[in-house]
């Protein structure tokens, strides 16, 4: 996997929940232009700029036409990374990874994911946040340095596995 910005990937299930996104992103901007006419009535006519809501509007309007554009951008560049049945060799896409820093008593593990997918909460983690940059490649046993909050610490890899909630399904590992 080429993580330049050529491409951006994602598993199965997060390129699905990356269309969701879009979805909804274009249903907020056809929501706010159907709401345009209303916003228009609302305020003084004589001049737009006196009218806060349309204004407001427009400027609502502008934003989610912008993101539009940026998510249709990914999807266009979006390559979906697929796994077979075990799991791989090296940490990637749509894997479980226990990993240990090097003064913890206690592993920790995340599920490394697609672009613009992190979610600390949930323990998923982007490929291109700096956690999954470091571990991205790592086999088991391998240790990597990684920088977090607190400064420069060292991560060995435990365990790595498929995450079935991936939905990580056909062949050919990057």
């Keep these: 996997m080429n993580t330049t910005r050529d491409a951006y990937y ?4 997060g390129l699905a929940r990356f269309r969701a996104r879009l979805e909804a992103a ?3 901007y056809r929501a706010i232009c159907d709401d345009n ?19 407001g509007n427009q400027r609502l309007m502008h934003q989610l036409a912008r993101r539009v554009r940026e998510l249709e951008h990914v999807l266009e560049q979006a390559e979906v990374v697929t796994l077979g049945g075990a799991a791989p060799d090296r940490v990637t896409l749509g894997v479980r990874v226990v990993y240990r820093l090097d003064d913890d008593r206690e592993a920790r ?16 983690v982007a490929y291109d946040a700096p956690l999954g940059r470091a571990l ?39």
């Excluded at 994602?10 to 299930?13: D, E």
């Excluded at 490649?137 to 240790?143: N, P, Q, T």
Aim: proline share 2%.
């Design 26 to 28: 274009r249903a907020a």
């Design 136 to 174: 991205l490649g790592a086999r088991v046993g391998d240790e990597r340095e990684l920088e977090l909050a607190g400064g420069m610490r060292w991560a060995r890899v435990e365990s790595i596995e498929l995450d079935r909630d991936e939905e990580v399904v056909t062949c050919a590992a990057t």
């Design 37 to 55: 006419p209303a916003a228009r009535e609302a305020g003084d006519s004589s001049v737009w700029h006196d009218n806060f809501a349309f204004e």
């Design 109 to 124: 593990w995340c599920v490394i994911v697609g672009y613009d997918e992190g979610a600390p909460k949930q323990r998923r």
């Design 10 to 13: 994602f598993t199965a299930g």
